[in-house]
């Protein structure tokens, strides 16, 4: 075994929730034990996340908009957004490095404005 | 919290599974290979996402099966240090608090890196966040098992973990990989390893067991934003009430 590439790409939850739904439902009924465990364990795991609620449109209409905000955010950043989409200013402090330097309180709530404008369903504090 | 590996292997196609086509029969055997362990230094090993490409396949003498190189991408559940996670607590310890993310459990919040000030109720075998109000008394907040948890990875540590061998001395009867292995857990002994831990942290505000921030956060929030309103409106009325009072 050699690693190539440690790093490939990063996933969002919702793209690794999607294949393995895909792989759930191709698969087969032999051998492959320790596949069926760590999926099932996994898709449990991402269908009581945020995730579950988000689709491939959601996610790119989010993404862009958050890039033509003035601020500019890392990528890592923007896929923890989509991954736990914050639902107060406290949370954005969490995600976001420095926001309390980077970000003006304007520019944390426009976020805010995004977020429930494409993730409508997360719960107000998420589960 | 997931990335995507690019990694390289020797698939072996044993000669009962030629029936199959060669890409199924390799993506089967890779899954086999990998699914729920964890590689080091990469992450633990969820499921194979693509196959990036197939070299020939070739026969090695005295063995029916094929070999063949192939270059493919697996998910790999590697958190980046730093990444805010949301789990739930599987148990209390004085060692700190374990988490469980249902499908990775290795995940410990060192008593050092709790909300100060905490303490670990031996009765009820759970920490417990004193939370100090204004009037110098103090909240006790705890953390139950059970409970959602978010937190912020501050360390990941990898392990050289060994497969369990054969017991003791028969080392020399394994074959040559668990032989080697067998070596080096005999040195361990009985000591169990885990390969891949995740060091936790949650001494930030909004980090913790959710509802904790469920009100507070509310509170706060209101409490931050109207502080400016609230303290003018006080002013003007501090008159009034004043007043009223006297």
Known sequence: ?127 | MFVLAELKDTIRIAPDQFHLKLVEAIRDEINRKLANKVLLNLGLCIALKDIVSLKDSIILPGDGASHTEVLFRYIVFRPTIGSILTGKIRSCSREGVHVTLGFFDDILIPPSALQHPSRFEEAEQAWVWEYPLEDGAKHDLFMDIGEPIKFRVSREIFEESSPIGPPKTDAQQASTSAAASAAVASSQQTEVKTPYRIVAAINESGLGVLSWWDQQNQGAEEGDENEDEDNIEYENDEDGEGAYEE
């Open chain 1, 1 to 127: 075994m050699e690693i190539v590439n440690p790093c490939y790409s990063v996933l969002s939850n919702y793209e690794v929730m999607e294949s393995l739904k895909t792989l759930k439902d191709t698969k087969k009924k032999y051998g492959l034990r320790n596949l069926a465990t760590i999926t099932y364990e996994t898709l449990q795991y991402l269908e009581d996340s945020p995730c579950k609620q988000e689709t491939r449109e959601s996610i790119h209409a989010f993404l862009t908009e958050v890039k033509n905000l003035s601020c500019k955010l890392t990528t890592t950043e923007c896929l923890m957004m989509v991954n736990d989409p914050p639902t107060s200013a406290l949370h954005i402090q969490l995600l976001i490095e420095d926001s309390e330097e980077r970000l003006s309180e304007e520019q944390v709530n426009e976020i805010l404005q995004i977020v429930a404008k494409h993730f409508p369903n997360t719960p107000s504090e998420n589960t």
